[in-house]
């Protein structure tokens, strides 16, 4: 298993940025120091989760009047209150930072990089989950989806990509989407690109996060490869449980699999509530024996070395 534990972050900071700003804000936060401007952001929070103001009072056990005089401006939060709202509005770790810190309050959250000691525990998960995977495919992201970690066996779908989309820190949108990467090798290269950029969109959504509505803007701008029709295949009943298959063609023939997404719970620290793991599964008998042939012969490479 391949476990990236370079100079950054699993958020996407050197180590060297993160260790001068320790016990600062994250950059999400930076923007927004005045206390004045915690009732727009919570407003904002409000909005893009479609809660009326009587909704997110009853969530978080408060009075709709105060909750409206806290978003104009005329009252201010307690940093309880802060982290109620916050916690009710199911806001990201990094962005209840930003809060506090414009209601004038320290963050609560630290951001530890995964090389740090007090982050071996998470480390340690990582590597067996990701080796207990194999032959299946393992990947572990941060909240950009840059790799983290990965297993054995997505050397299935990094195999043939060029360098430059692998290193040095590579990012599962651009490894899949660039035209030069796996989309080349899907059997239906249009209709997966249209699902991973709807999941990318509603995430980016969903968290408020610039950097990866900029991430969506980049990959949904790549074409197609040559060849490859623009428009995903016409929808059929599907045969299965799984709606869109992920069909890459490989010299066995073409794999079909699913995948899950895993998340640490309860989360107290920035860097591990942004860290997920995508596990793949086979779909079919000949997938499975595909998968389990190749790291046989992995394995037979490597003992005999």
């Not at 067996?128 to 840059?146: F, G, I, K, Q, S």
């Amino acid at each position: 298993m391949d476990v990236r534990q370079g100079s950054r972050t699993a958020g996407g900071r050197t180590e060297r940025d993160r260790a001068a700003n320790r016990g600062r804000p994250a950059s999400a936060a930076e923007a927004a120091r005045e206390p004045s401007r915690v009732g727009a952001l919570l407003r904002e929070w409000r909005r893009r989760r479609r809660l009326s103001q009587l909704d997110l009072a009853l969530l978080a056990e408060s009075s709709a009047r105060h909750l409206s005089c806290v978003e104009t401006g005329r009252a201010a939060p307690s940093r309880e209150m802060v982290l109620r709202l916050a916690g009710a509005l199911d806001v990201p770790l990094r962005e209840r930072n930003a809060l506090l810190v414009a209601a004038g309050y320290a963050p609560a959250y630290r951001e530890s990089g995964l090389t740090d000691p007090g982050m071996e525990p998470i480390r340690s998960a990582l590597e067996t989950m990701l080796a207990a995977h194999e032959p299946y495919p393992a990947v572990a992201v941060d909240r950009l989806w840059n790799v983290v970690a990965l297993n054995r066996a997505m050397a299935v779908f990094t195999g043939g990509v060029p360098g430059y989309l692998t290193d040095p820190e590579p990012n599962v949108y651009r490894l899949v989407l660039h035209p030069d990467g796996l989309v080349s090798r899907l059997a239906d290269p249009a209709g997966t690109r249209e699902l991973l950029l709807n999941r990318l969109r509603t995430q980016a959504e969903a968290t408020g996060d610039p950097d990866l509505r900029a991430l969506h803007a980049e990959v949904s701008a790549y074409p197609l490869p040559a060849g490859a029709d623009e428009e995903p295949a016409a929808p059929e009943p599907p045969s299965g449980p799984i709606s869109l298959p992920l069909r890459v063609r490989t010299p066995l023939g073409e794999l079909s699999m699913f995948s899950t997404l895993a998340t640490f719970g309860a989360p107290a620290d920035v860097t591990l509530s942004e860290l997920a793991i995508e596990l793949f599964y086979p779909l079919d008998d000949f997938t499975e024996k595909a998968l389990r042939a190749l790291a046989g012969s992995e394995g037979s490479g490597r003992a005999a070395r």
